[in-house]
């Protein structure tokens, strides 16, 4: 299937489309903030596709299984609208061998741009990268798309680095109503 060429609006999940807490692990867990489906909805109309760009080294740390993943990433989609979930399952300290890697997929990395770049066709000059965390902008920043910080995760003032994004909002909607 050939994609039409179009640019992103790709989004962390924790804090973006979600609540922010540490390794959730299961859909009970995933409390979507009751804006995302009408935001991802507003990104689709204004012709962007809505891409989740995620870091979840919860699988390496042995929390909570790929398979688990797989159902929280099925009912993120079912319930906001997104086109598709890219998520990196690694970390360098994981418990679990299979998944304790240095890899390119772990944000600031840019190994799942790159594959939904492919997979999508997508335009990036003209893309955005929302997220709430320093590695997110700068994530965006290496794969050459636009970088937006909400403050509806970590906040700006638990940054964990000086980062320079090109916007920065309250929460998604703020780049919505600016698309
Ligand atoms: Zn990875």
New binding site residues.
């Given amino acids: 299937m050939i994609q039409l060429r179009k640019p992103a609006v790709f989004l962390d999940r924790d804090g973006v489309l979600t609540e922010e807490r540490s390794y959730i692990a299961s859909i009970e867990g995933l409390h979507i903030f009751p804006y995302a489906a009408e935001c991802v909805r507003r990104i689709h109309e204004k012709g962007y596709y809505a891409i989740v760009i995620t870091n979840q080294s919860g699988v390496a740390r042995g929390l909570f299984s790929e398979e688990q993943l797989a159902k929280m990433n099925e009912y993120l989609m079912q319930r906001t609208g997104v086109d598709a979930v890219y998520f ?3 970390h360098p300290e994981g418990k679990v061998a299979k998944y304790r890697q240095d ?1 390119r ?2 944000k600031p990395g840019t ?1 799942l741009f790159e594959a939904a770049c492919r997979e999508w066709n997508i335009d990036m000059a003209h893309s955005y990268m929302v997220g709430d965390r320093a590695g997110d902008v700068i994530a965006g920043q290496n794969a050459g798309v636009k970088t937006v910080l909400v403050e509806s995760g970590y906040g700006s003032e638990r940054l964990e680095c000086d980062v320079s994004p090109d916007y920065v909002f309250e929460d998604l909607r703020g780049l919505v109503g600016m698309l």
């Fill in positions: 990196c399952p690694h890899c997929c772990r190994g």
